[in-house]
DNA sequence: GTTGCAGTGCGATCAGTGTTCACACATTCA
DNA sequence: TGAATGTGTGAACACTGATCGCACTGCAAC
């Protein structure tokens, strides 16, 4: 049962964070201040660190429910597809990333120095779910037969084991995921600005090429 | 012909450059405070500003050196290689990254809020030289005709009409170095934590699966 | 029902940041 | 020699994240 105070801090810490992912959204992670956010909920400087211990911590949260949301686009899409469910989660995944850039940055752009999230961290676990979301067009595919053989390792084994999925899907899915965020980092950090003002047929045609190279694209009907 | 006056002013220059370099070599681009640079050179903050109008100039200087070392590094190791010289290409770029977190981090992390490097500015064109460093062994293979056909788009081949390259080549130089990057971003990132102590060896295969599977790759002899 | 305690917020303050400005010194050139 | 230009300094400003002691409030136990 929720005490009236617990209620309080409740609504007083998701105001925080509402008000920090506004400043996020307009100038990115080095724009963001505790004090202007502080004062945008009518609050004292002083008061933000009764409920985040540091700005560190503020951002944190912010990184936590980023992945979140990304995964949950991602799914979303994929579970929506028409046709190739992989290439839909791709989209999705580089159409998150370019209408949220700051927030897209904040997971994948520069780390903080010597910070380390834990292991079993929040920010792991929801960060691991975003990977989790392009695997089922893949066991798909496995299960079909016709996914592309792709040279294990080790490494990658094991984590095949902890995900319950067969190696050779494993490896497909960590192909395709890193070769998806390549482009997309790219694309959304200003570095491929040289294409000219429409890459999204580039895009396009690069997922789903990729999606028939490892054969995870379903057979057309 | 160098005036005296010059001479200092070059010297000067460059003990900043450099002392900003060790600066962010230990604590990354956040850490990099004129004020520590300036005490590092036994200079006065304020007297920096007559060598560089802000911390940002300073910044994208070491942008540009980063860019034309990480460039160079992929073309020494690509032309010192014996065997597949893309692979060997794809390798010194992620060695580079590894070897040098923070600098990648200034080159391809989070990009400066509001900022868009000029066009024809130096950073430009000194981040296109890295690109261009992975062409070589893909037009050779190109010759060789073993080069795996990639449907090109019109952002692409005028692309390749400025570096003048076959359209096909550059889709495929384009799918490379974007397959690439998003390897190494993510690892260097810290976001393939999960995959052990030793990714190198999963790294490897994946540069060589890629070069086969692009039809790069030499003829084994 | 009062008393005491934990939770909450505030103002003042500190160390540190990038940046500016007026001033002093050194170098260069006429 | 004198004027102009370049170079460096110390003080200051407006910020930042963070800490601390003091007040006030909600709550729970006596």
Redo the contacts with the bound molecule.
């Keep these: 049962m929720a005490?009236?105070?617990e209620r309080?801090?409740e609504q007083?810490s998701a105001e925080i964070k509402a008000a920090a992912l506004a400043q996020l959204r307009e100038g990115g992670a080095g724009a963001?201040?505790?004090?202007?956010v502080a004062v945008s909920i009518g609050?004292?400087?002083?008061?933000l660190?009764?409920y985040y211990p540091?700005?560190?911590a503020l951002l944190t949260d912010l990184i936590t429910d980023g992945f979140a949301a990304l995964a949950q686009e991602v799914a979303r899409a994929r579970d929506a597809a028409k046709g190739d469910a992989f290439v839909a989660a791709a989209l999705a995944y580089r159409g998150w990333a370019l209408d949220h850039p700051h927030e897209f940055a904040l997971l994948y752009g520069t780390p903080v120095p010597d910070y380390e999230a834990p292991e079993s961290g929040p920010t792991s676990t929801a960060s691991r779910q975003v990977g989790a979301a392009f695997v089922p067009p893949i066991t798909e595919a496995w299960h079909r037969g016709t996914l592309k053989h792709r040279e294990s390792t080790p490494a990658l084994t094991t984590f095949a084991a902890a995900m319950g999925l067969p190696p050779e899907a494993a490896a497909v899915a960590f192909s395709a995921w890193t070769t998806i965020h390549g482009l997309v980092v790219l694309e959304t950090f200003g570095h491929l600005a040289w294409l000219g003002e429409n890459p999204t047929p580039l895009a396009t045609s690069r997922f789903r090429a990729l999606s028939e190279d490892l054969g995870i694209a379903p057979p057309e009907n």
């Design positions: 005490t009236r105070r309080l801090r007083t963001l201040s505790l004090r202007a609050m004292s400087p002083a008061g660190y009764r540091n700005r560190d």
